[in-house]
C-alpha cells in the first residue's frame, strides 16, 4: 500500500496566515483521534514545534500557533484512516482554507512515504521531531523516574540498540538532523525537559 500523495503543492498560497482557531484545532483532534497514546503523541510533537518557534524561529504568537498547529494535526487521521494517513487530513485543511505552509509540513512529516520533500523550516523540524520524540517518549515509559533525571547519553544507548523501539526510524532521525542542520545531541537535549511537561 503505497502512501504517496502524487502531488508537491497544497492549499491556496492566498489561504497564508489563515489557521485554524484553537477550538476549532481541538474539535477535529478529539473528534478524530480516540487512540491515547497517539494523542498524546501529538500534543506532545505540538509542544516542541511551538517551543521552537518560539525559542529558536523568533516567532510571534500567530506564527508560534502555527507551528503549534501542524505539529497538533500531523497525524490526525492516523487512528481512523491508516490508509488515507496524511491524505484524509491534508484535505480536511484545504477545504477550511488552512495556509499551505501548515499542509506542506504536514505533507512532508513522512517523505518517504508521502513522497514530499521538507523543504521549510516548519517543514524540517516536524519531521524532526516525530521520530525522535516517540523514541524519547518510549524511553520515559521504561524509567521509573519516567523523564526526571533523563540525560542525553542514556537517550543515545536507547538510539543505538536497534531493538528499542524497534518502529521508529533511526535513518529517519538522522536524515532529519541532516536536513535541518541540527546536531542530534542538540536536538534530543532540546526534547527532554520540554516533552516532559506535557501530559
Ligand atoms: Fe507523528
New binding site residues.
Given amino acids: 500500500m503505497s502512501l504517496h500523495l502524487g502531488r508537491n503543492t497544497f492549499g491556496n498560497a492566498a489561504n497564508m496566515g489563515n489557521l485554524l482557531s484553537r477550538e476549532e484545532a481541538n474539535k477535529l483532534f478529539n473528534d478524530w483521534v480516540m487512540n491515547e497514546r497517539l494523542q498524546l503523541?501529538?500534543k506532545q510533537?505540538a509542544y516542541l514545534m511551538k517551543c521552537w518557534a518560539a525559542e529558536k524561529e523568533n516567532a510571534d504568537e500567530q506564527l508560534q500557533w502555527k507551528w503549534e498547529l501542524a505539529g497538533l494535526l500531523?497525524?490526525a487521521d492516523w487512528d481512523q484512516w491508516p490508509d488515507l494517513h496524511c491524505k484524509k487530513i491534508i484535505e480536511e485543511l484545504e477545504n477550511r482554507n488552512v495556509d499551505p505552509e501548515v499542509l506542506h509540513a504536514i505533507a512532508s512529516?513522512g517523505h518517504l512515504h508521502f513522497g514530499v520533500e521538507p523543504v521549510n523550516n516548519i517543514d524540517k523540524m516536524l519531521y524532526a521531531f516525530?521520530e525522535l520524540s516517540g523514541l524519547i517518549h518510549a524511553y520515559s515509559l521504561m524509567r521509573p523516574e519516567a523523564y526526571a533525571g533523563m540525560e542525553l547519553k542514556g537517550v543515545k544507548k536507547r538510539l543505538k540498540e536497534k531493538s528499542f523501539a524497534a518502529n521508529v526510524s533511526r535513518e529517519d532521525i538522522n536524515d532529519a538532523c541532516n536536513r535541518a542542520n541540527i546536531l542530534l545531541d542538540d536536538l534530543i537535549t532540546f526534547i527532554i525537559p520540554r516533552q516532559a511537561t506535557v501530559v
Fill in positions: 503523541h501529538m510533537v500531523h497525524d512529516h516525530d
